[in-house]
């Protein structure tokens, strides 16, 4: 039922970074190496995202804007893996159900690509086009069919904002892809693969690595990594802390507690530190599933995270290199 399905997709797509998300998320998940978005007026009269990744075969391209279809879990295993990767099967079918979406892709056996065409819970035929291997999904004209919602949205800058914080979270998470931006066809964002180190000062710039120290540490399973920015590193705002457990940008306050703490013992630094921090630990440990939507985690032993992580960042703010 299309109500039913436009309430519960607004729930999944609630503005068009969220879609990004989403479909920076199966850009990956189908193996992308390279990754470019275009987006116009914040993405909200267009997003697309275009990617080199397995694709999608014909036969299955109906099936990809269906609800609850998903290619991706075969066993318990896999739902515990895909859990901590956005939704089971709902992203491209709550964009179809609130926007106008173009699916096209093309998979390494077929001679061409097929596009379909989705709006108003409705479906074209599969048509052949033209795209090398690898998948476009461009959403158009976010909210059309509701317009109460789209009224909700904000300012096209500041959804566009939304839509490059999300850019750059997940490229930060994957520096061995290459990624692009593109707003109201001007380039933005020009990533080639990269190590970390070269990744992060391309997004946060040369000033931050230069006034920061490394964080390595690791006991059994568990390991933090990154950088973390000195108090001579001035232009620190609340916008450059990046967290990622298990890959995945977070949220938390417990893990952002033990950072804190450790800059005001080691540092007295009463602002905004910058960071950007990898914590990998073992996945039964911790449950990001809490809202996919939201970038909140839950640890089962919390106390010992923190303290994992607050002595890390003491020991990297205590021996800062010359
Ligand atoms: P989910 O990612 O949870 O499976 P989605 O609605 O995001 O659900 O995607 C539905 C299905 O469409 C995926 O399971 C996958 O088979 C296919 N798909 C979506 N995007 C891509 C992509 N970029 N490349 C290859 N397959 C894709
Ligand atoms: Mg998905």
Same mark, same amino acid.
């Given at each position: 039922?299309?109500?039913?399905?436009?309430?519960? @997709?607004?729930?999944?797509?609630?503005?068009?970074?969220?879609?990004? /998300?989403?479909?920076?998320?199966?850009?990956?998940? @189908?193996?992308?190496?390279?990754?470019?978005?275009?987006?116009?007026?914040?993405?909200? /009269?267009?997003?697309?995202?275009?990617?080199?990744?397995?694709?999608?075969?014909?036969?299955?391209?109906?099936?990809?804007?269906?609800?609850?279809?998903?290619? /991706?879990?075969?066993?318990?295993?896999?739902?515990?893996?895909?859990?901590?990767?956005?939704?089971?099967?709902?992203?491209?079918?709550?964009?179809?159900?609130? @926007?106008?979406?173009?699916?096209?892709?093309?998979?390494?056996?077929?001679?061409?690509?097929? /596009?379909?065409?989705?709006?108003?819970?409705?479906?074209?035929?599969?048509? %052949?086009?033209?795209? %090398?291997?690898?998948?476009?999904?461009?959403?158009?004209?976010?909210?059309?069919?509701? %317009?109460?919602?789209?009224?909700?949205?904000?300012?096209?800058?500041?959804?566009?904002?939304?839509?490059?914080?999300?850019?750059?979270?997940?490229?930060?998470?994957?520096?061995?892809?290459?990624?692009?931006?593109?707003?109201?066809?001007?380039?933005?964002?020009?990533? %080639?693969?990269?190590?970390?180190?070269?990744?992060?000062?391309?997004?946060?710039?040369?000033?931050?690595?230069?006034?920061?120290?490394?964080?390595?540490?690791?006991?059994g399973a568990l390991h933090l990594y990154g950088i973390a920015a000195l108090p001579a590193y001035s232009r620190s705002t609340r916008d450059e802390q990046y967290f990622f457990v298990n890959g995945r940008f977070v949220r938390d306050k417990v893990l952002m507690h033990a950072v804190r703490q450790a800059y005001q013992d080691i540092l007295h630094h009463q602002r905004h530190p910058a960071f950007v921090l990898f914590l990998d630990m073992p996945p039964e440990q911790v449950d990001v599933n809490v809202h996919p939507a939201k970038s909140e985690v839950r640890f089962r032993e919390s106390q010992g995270i923190h303290q994992f992580v607050f002595?890390?960042?003491?020991?990297?703010?205590?021996?800062?290199?010359?």
């Open positions: 039922d299309l109500l039913i399905n436009q309430i519960a @997709a607004g729930e999944v797509i609630e503005r068009p970074a969220s879609a990004l /998300k989403e479909l920076l998320e199966n850009s990956l998940d @189908a193996g992308a190496t390279d990754i470019a978005v275009q987006l116009e007026a914040g993405g909200i /009269k267009r997003l697309v995202v275009r990617d080199n990744g397995g694709g999608i075969a014909k036969e299955q391209l109906p099936l990809a804007l269906m609800r609850h279809a998903t290619s /991706k879990i075969a066993s318990l295993d896999d739902l515990q893996r895909v859990a901590s990767m956005g939704f089971r099967g709902e992203a491209l079918a709550s964009m179809a159900a609130v @926007a106008q979406v173009t699916l096209t892709s093309r998979n390494a056996n077929a001679a061409h690509a097929w /596009k379909i065409e989705a709006a108003d819970g409705t479906q074209s035929g599969a048509a %052949p086009a033209a795209h %090398p291997q690898g998948t476009s999904v461009e959403m158009r004209e976010l909210y059309f069919n509701t %317009p109460a919602r789209r009224k909700f949205l904000k300012s096209e800058s500041t959804e566009y904002a939304w839509c490059e914080e999300t850019f750059k979270r997940i490229a930060l998470s994957r520096p061995d892809v290459a990624f692009s931006l593109q707003h109201n066809g001007k380039s933005i964002w020009q990533l %080639p693969r990269h190590d970390l180190a070269q990744r992060i000062t391309a997004i946060l710039g040369a000033e931050f690595g230069q006034h920061a120290v490394n964080v390595e540490r690791q006991i002595h890390a960042l003491q020991d990297a703010l205590s021996a800062p290199m010359a």
